[in-house]
């Protein structure tokens, strides 16, 4: 009888009408490592929370870890849902609507995995709410707290309609109503979410960089907000559109399908090329007045930071010519960018360059003595928090792939197929 | 971060940043329960099922939004960005202001009594001597479906609207619903013996036909549903081949047990 009508996937009825996915078996395949390592990262959470932050490697020095890296990453690169969505619903650049879904669900999983980490970090989730009871204001930690909370509201929201245009759940009237009266709204989530994430990008920057006590991360600034500040918003930024075009690619090399067309890898490629260029720009003047005004103005010369060979003067090389200006100049160079070889190499760098960006503001800063009797510290996870990070990927595979399989998340996907 | 709660001080940073905060909060709430008020809204005024078919037809291929008037040839490239609202379209009207000749009873094998009138989604419009309309599947929608599992029609007495669902059917466990071609109300069915068909008394007598396919126009609209089917129906490698002469079988689904029927009804039909 009728072949692929008949349902040579199970849930065939649940899935996108000419979306070609893979059969139920084999998803269930593709999805059992993951589950796998979801739940040895379970494990590694509960340690942490039944037995306390012993089961981690952090100390009284190593205040912040492994987690705390990977949530200033995992958040600079889910910037991506809120930049796009600007770039789509403020400047009018309607070409995004082929990625803006994607870009939603990516940006719902970096902020719900740093929310759920940051949890395991502060160790009492009970007493959480505690933040928002008793907040205090003049503390950085305090915006960045409420601004991710709130963002992660709106991704929520913003994943609805989403949600709401799946095949069975379209065909129920009242949904497929509020999805659309929703999605006429989402104007207004993307200004919101553009203002919360403008605000605690920039101040997870600014909570390094008003640590006076740190003369490795303290950096001046405008008004009540250090360089720092400004420096993670557009780092962010920058690197949100390259993280979209890997996320892509990786998806269209696992699936074999088209699913956006060119000119939206060329526009993501373009916007975070240039977003580069003036990051690293503004990134070297601030490095050349840290390390030759602010950083001596407290008794220490810029190269006393680079004396350990292990973080020595490679890893800021590194960061801002090989992990910054190489992919700036390769995703701005149009022939460059319009190979798909380059345009990848440029994105991976540039992902690659944030995230040592957020390495050293997080451990470097901590591995430095401030006073002349601390000794130079290095730090290693233990392997409850290498796990608990391990389950947070795995968390984000698994979601993304049930949002693939069942949502329209490439709008285009479809016709690109048939091209 | 009330007044009266520990840790509260009426200082300027904590007026600012709690304000800035509930500001936002607020503005987050107030733009759900708009949406909500507004769904609520488009039931109470009979404009949801206009509103799942605007959805429907946003997620719809370009090769299903042609406009008819590219299909039948008057013009070139011409893609609907209206709904096939044609009655609300100031370039049908100037264009069906020519004359249009007799429709044949018989294109490319497929059965189309002269006095019916069509629906891009399949469904045919018979005008009956007392005012009302009779409608039903077309030719070529009945063969592609063939025999169905089960075919819910609307109870007497129901409401239809133009592009709302009219009724469903469902064959090897999928639903395929099949849009109302015309706006009334249900007066009465007819079972598999007369043909599948439901007999409407129009709402609205002045919105006439002018949305629905006639006259020489239906060809040429046949002519690219079979071209569609025929791309479906081919393997991605190969080109699309039209039959030459012979007479089309009475159950597709039959002469093509392997191919991706949920997705050719989707499109045939107009379900994104």
Same mark, same amino acid.
């Given at each position: 009888m009728l072949g692929k009508a008949m349902g040579r996937s199970l849930d065939g009825n649940v899935l996108e009408r000419g979306a070609d996915r893979a059969p139920l078996g084999r998803f269930c395949l593709w999805l059992l490592p993951w589950f796998l390592l979801l739940g040895v990262g379970l494990y590694g959470a509960y340690l942490c929370l039944a037995h306390g932050l012993n089961q981690t490697n952090m100390n009284n020095r190593f205040i912040f870890g492994l987690w705390i890296f990977l949530d200033l990453t995992i958040i600079a690169f889910g910037a991506g849902a809120f930049f796009t969505g600007f770039l789509m619903h403020v400047l009018k650049r309607r070409e995004l609507r082929a990625i803006i879904n994607s870009a939603v669900v990516m940006g719902f999983i970096c902020y719900s995995g740093a929310v759920v980490v940051l949890a395991i970090d502060v160790g009492q989730p009970l007493r959480a709410w505690f933040t928002f009871w008793h907040p205090n204001v003049h503390s950085m930690l305090t915006e960045v707290t409420f601004c991710i909370t709130c963002y992660l509201a709106v991704l929520l929201i913003e994943y609805i309609p989403i949600v709401l245009r799946n095949r069975r759940l379209s065909q129920i009237p009242s949904f497929l109503v509020f999805e659309f009266e929703l999605h006429k709204m989402m104007g207004a989530f993307a200004v919101v979410g553009t203002f919360l994430s403008f605000f605690h990008q920039g101040s997870l920057g600014g909570l390094y960089g008003v640590l006076q006590g740190r003369p490795f991360a303290f950096r001046e600034g405008f008004a009540i907000w250090p360089s720092t500040f400004f420096l993670f918003v557009l780092s962010a930024i920058a690197v949100g559109p390259s993280f979209l075009i890997l996320i892509t690619s990786l998806v269209r090399k696992i699936t074999g399908k088209r699913l956006v067309g060119t000119e939206v890898f060329d526009l993501l490629a373009r916007i975070s090329g240039w977003l580069l260029v003036v990051y690293i720009m503004l990134k070297s003047a601030d490095t050349l007045v840290w390390l030759n005004r602010t950083a001596p103005a407290v008794g220490f010369l810029g190269y006393d930071f680079y004396t350990e060979p292990t973080l020595g003067i490679w890893i800021l090389m590194a960061e801002i010519i090989l992990f910054g200006l190489l992919p700036a100049v390769i995703l701005i160079n149009k022939r460059r960018r319009?190979?798909?070889?380059?345009?990848?190499?440029?994105?991976?760098?540039?992902?690659?360059?944030?995230?040592?960006?957020?390495?050293?503001?997080?451990?470097? $800063?901590?591995?430095?003595?401030?006073?002349?009797?601390?000794?130079?510290?290095?730090y290693w996870p233990s392997w409850q928090e290498v796990a608990t990070f391990l389950g947070v990927l795995a968390y984000g595979v698994i979601f993304f792939s049930f949002s693939y399989r069942y949502l329209p998340l490439y709008p285009k996907e479809r016709e690109l197929g048939k091209t | 971060m009330l007044p009266g709660i520990s840790g509260f001080d009426w200082s300027v940073g904590h007026v600012i940043f709690l304000?800035?905060?509930?500001?936002?909060?607020?503005?987050?709430? $107030?733009?759900?329960?708009?949406?909500?008020?507004?769904?609520?809204?488009?039931? $109470?005024?009979?404009?949801?099922?206009a509103i799942c078919w605007d959805e429907e037809f946003r997620g719809l291929p370009l090769s299903a939004r042609r406009c008819r008037h590219d299909i039948s040839g008057r013009v070139a490239g011409r893609t609907c960005t209206n709904g096939f609202k044609c009655s609300h379209c100031a370039f049908n009207d100037e264009i069906l202001a020519k004359e249009t000749a007799p429709q044949d009873a018989h294109a490319f094998g497929f059965e189309m009594p002269p006095g019916r009138l069509y629906h891009r989604g399949h469904a045919w419009v018979e005008p009956q001597n007392d005012g009302t309309v009779k409608i039903g599947l077309d030719d070529l929608g009945s063969r592609l479906i063939g025999e169905p599992s089960k075919v819910e029609l609307p109870e007497r007495g129901s409401h239809l609207q133009i592009n709302g669902v009219g009724w469903r059917l469902t064959k090897g466990g999928r639903s395929i619903r099949v849009l109302s071609p015309v706006a009334g109300t249900v007066i009465a069915t007819g079972g598999p013996q007369e043909g599948w068909y439901l007999k409407v008394k129009l709402e609205d007598a002045k919105t006439g036909f002018r949305h629905l396919l006639q006259g020489e126009e239906i060809r040429s609209w046949l002519l690219q549903e079979m071209e569609r089917i025929q791309r479906l129906l081919s393997p991605p490698a190969a080109g699309i081949s039209l039959a030459d002469g012979g007479v089309p079988v009475p159950d597709f689904t039959m002469a093509y047990p392997d191919a991706d029927w949920d997705e050719i009804w989707g499109e045939v039909f107009l379900e994104s």
């Open positions: 319009q190979s798909t070889g380059w345009l990848i190499t440029g994105g991976i760098l540039a992902c690659i360059g944030v995230a040592i960006n957020r390495f050293v503001m997080t451990i470097q $800063t901590l591995a430095l003595p401030t006073l002349p009797f601390d000794p130079y510290v290095l | 304000a800035i905060f509930f500001s936002v909060l607020a503005c987050v709430i $107030t733009v759900i329960a708009v949406a909500i008020l507004k769904a609520v809204r488009d039931f $109470t005024k009979h404009k949801a099922e």
